[in-house]
């Protein structure tokens, strides 16, 4: 709505600028610029404070010498029924909602064991795939090979093998056991929850080696046996759950799979918007290449419009001047039938290029009626001067003087 000056002016001296704003949906620094703009003054600070315990206040009149040319503004009101409502309850930490439903319910399929019982066959092939790759005690103690298959994504030594396969195992069987499953593709492990594909991995921290040469070059690190379990969800974004003095991975079991599960919900939510996005981009992208190729075609169907309309011109001006013609030959009492011929092709022309008649013409067929009734553009020389000379030749069209006999 408009408001004028002398009416913005009445509001902000009538009640304080936060119920102003609040009423327009602006900020103080907002309303103060509308006011400025229009040279309006403002209740100093503590004005209202005074008036409501009954100080003597000054009310700074309109200075009415203002030369702006901004008399009125544009504000909104806001409307009562939209205001918007301030939750004052705590968010909730979906990650701790979501590992208490679990530890409310059966964990057993939680707890780590003390000793590795190789089961399931993507643990079997795993370790079986570390011996073949170290040369160490378990080559000599079990030389005999099978075929291998898929192996879990692990980077530790040795000493933890153990340790870093009963982690991965009870993570795989507390996923199974919340309704999900694993992957193995091209040597990654993936977790798959809810339709989406997270990758993990468990690796060990390595430490400077104190008995190096060179202790610095990060080639001669050793494992420390502090494990991590690394969850990623894209370029750069990624969890680590790992051993700390007073935990270890073998405690955050429940919220490694807390994580997982909340994490693939927030992907699922965020790839569903972005489908719809997409929905929405095309749609606008496809609406806007129909706009244009309705603005070619009405172009193009008013280029037309005006081409005929120019045609039509072109031939009423050819009518026009055959009948003068004519009219000309009559009073001077030279029509005969080599001139009545003539006047007769001339009207044939005529009819062959007015846009409601098209009279076929078995000459005038082979040319382009639009490109024969533009103005020709003037020759140039060689040195760039146009040329005067005259590009219609004489006929008996251009000199209605002379008897043609």
């Known amino acids: ?66 030369a702006g040319e901004k008399q009125s503004t544009d504000l909104h009101e806001a409307d009562p029924s939209e205001k918007k409502e301030i939750n004052l309850l705590p968010q909730v930490n979906r990650y701790k909602e979501r590992e208490s439903e679990i530890r409310g319910g059966d964990t057993s399929a939680f707890i780590v064991p003390e000793v590795l019982y190789a089961k399931d066959p993507i643990i079997i092939d795993t370790k079986e795939r570390f011996r073949e790759k170290q040369d160490n005690v378990y080559l000599a103690k079990n030389p005999y090979k099978t075929k291998i298959g898929p192996t879990l994504d692990i980077c530790i030594s040795e000493k933890t093998i153990d340790r870093a396969l009963s982690i991965f195992a009870t993570i795989i069987k507390a996923l199974r056991f919340r309704g999900h499953s694993i992957k193995i593709t091209d040597n990654k492990t993936f977790a798959l929850i809810n ?32 494990l991590h379990f690394n969850i990623f969800y894209g370029y750069g974004d990624k969890d680590t759950f790992k051993d700390t003095t007073q935990t270890k991975i073998e405690d955050k079991i429940i919220s490694i799979v807390a994580n997982l599960e909340i994490r693939s919900e927030k992907m699922k939510e ?109 020759k140039k020389t060689t040195w760039d001067y146009p040329s005067h000379t005259s590009s219609h030749s004489y006929s008996f069209w251009s000199n209605p003087f002379r008897k043609w006999r």
């Not at 103080?28 to 209740?43: A, E, F, Q």
């Not at 991995?201 to 046996?225: A, L, M, V, W």
Request: glycine share 4%.
């Open 270 to 378: 965020e790839r569903i918007e972005t489908e719809r996005r997409r929905i929405i981009r095309e749609k606008e992208e496809l609406e806007r290449k129909q706009f244009e190729e309705k603005i070619k075609a009405e172009l193009k169907e008013f280029k037309s419009l005006f081409t005929m309309a120019e045609r039509l011109q072109k031939t009423n001006i050819l009518r026009q001047y055959i009948s003068t013609y004519e009219e000309f030959i009559n009073k001077r009492g030279e029509m005969d039938e080599e001139i009545a011929a003539e006047i007769q092709w001339a009207k044939e022309k005529a009819d062959w290029l007015d846009p409601f008649i098209s009279k076929k013409d078995q000459y005038m067929d082979h040319y382009d009626k639009d490109e024969i009734i533009q103005p020709e553009c003037p």
């Open 1 to 66: 709505m408009k408001i004028s000056r002398k009416e913005l002016y009445d509001l902000v001296w009538a009640e304080p600028m936060t119920t102003v704003c609040e009423k327009f949906r602006l900020t103080d620094n907002g309303l103060r610029k509308h006011c400025k703009s229009m040279n309006i003054p403002t209740p100093p600070v503590g004005y209202w404070s005074k008036l409501k315990h009954g100080k003597k206040t000054e009310i700074i009149p309109l200075p009415e010498e203002y």
């Open 195 to 226: 339709g989406e594909e997270i990758q993990i991995n468990i690796t060990e921290r390595k430490k400077q080696d104190p008995n190096s040469g060179n202790p610095r070059n990060s080639y001669n690190n050793i494992f420390c046996g502090e």
